[in-house]
């Protein structure tokens, strides 16, 4: 069975502040991917990066960074210099890869409210 | 490009009325579809895939139904709604080859009464 635990339910910071999401996930699989995707007030989720279970390579994209650790299964997102249009909810998730299913297991979400 | 539509966007229905929830997908073609329940404040709980027209799984029992009449097309239903159908309905779709990233739909909006 897959598992998703996002610990952190509730982070508030204020704008420019540096702010980490925490992901640790479960897994039997040996390939799988793993996601994060943003939801704003709108509802809908955007996607934001996948992650071969293969790469552990940390990845930049702008503010945000992403460091993965297959040694402690953990996948955190960092958004460096927040901004108030970075509040939503984050969720973190994990598939396995290959054909058939390939559901999304997701963590239970972190809502990032940064205050001006 | 690919675009995922649902509709409607939010509905409010009486219990034990019926339900039919839309989903397209735009721009290609055999994707795996699903659909996602999202309760109030919570995280979403997988209720249907789809890998190919006709061809339903069901995720967890309950009063809700899925049906697939076309590629592109994923429909959701239910003959009586109950109070705890309320919830963010959310279609995904994938392509069904090894790009496995789910984009999502602007989601649906359900309130029983």
């Known amino acids: 069975a897959q598992k998703v635990t996002q610990a952190q339910t509730e982070i508030s910071v204020v704008e420019k502040e540096d702010v980490t999401l925490d992901c640790v996930y479960e897994?039997?699989?040996?390939?799988?991917?793993l996601f994060w995707y943003k939801q704003p007030p709108s509802g809908e989720l955007v996607f934001l990066i996948r992650?071969?279970?293969?790469?552990?390579q940390n990845e930049i994209s702008g503010r945000y960074s992403w460091n993965f650790q297959k040694s402690t299964s953990s996948f955190n997102f960092t958004i460096t210099a927040s901004q108030v249009v970075d509040s939503a909810v984050y969720f973190c998730a994990l598939s396995p890869k290959g054909t058939g299913r390939r559901a999304l297991t997701f963590g239970s979400g972190t809502r990032l409210q940064v205050q001006p | 490009s690919q675009t995922i539509h649902q509709w409607p966007a939010t509905l409010v229905q009486p219990v034990g009325s019926p339900l039919s929830l839309e989903c397209t997908v735009e721009?290609?073609?055999?994707?795996?579809l699903y659909w996602y329940r999202q309760a109030a404040g919570r995280g979403l709980q997988l209720l249907f895939y789809?890998?190919?027209?006709?061809?339903i799984s069901s995720e967890v029992p309950q009063n809700l139904s899925a049906s697939r009449p076309q590629d592109r097309q994923f429909i959701l239903s239910s003959k009586k709604l109950l109070l705890s159908d309320s919830g963010f309905y959310l279609c995904a779709w994938t392509s069904g080859g090894f790009g496995d990233t789910q984009y999502f739909g602007p989601g649906t909006r359900l309130t029983v009464l």
């Open positions: 992650r071969n279970s293969f790469d552990e």
């Open positions: 897994t039997r699989d040996t390939t799988y991917y």
């Open positions: 789809s890998v190919g027209i006709g061809q």
């Open positions: 721009g290609t073609s055999n994707p795996n």
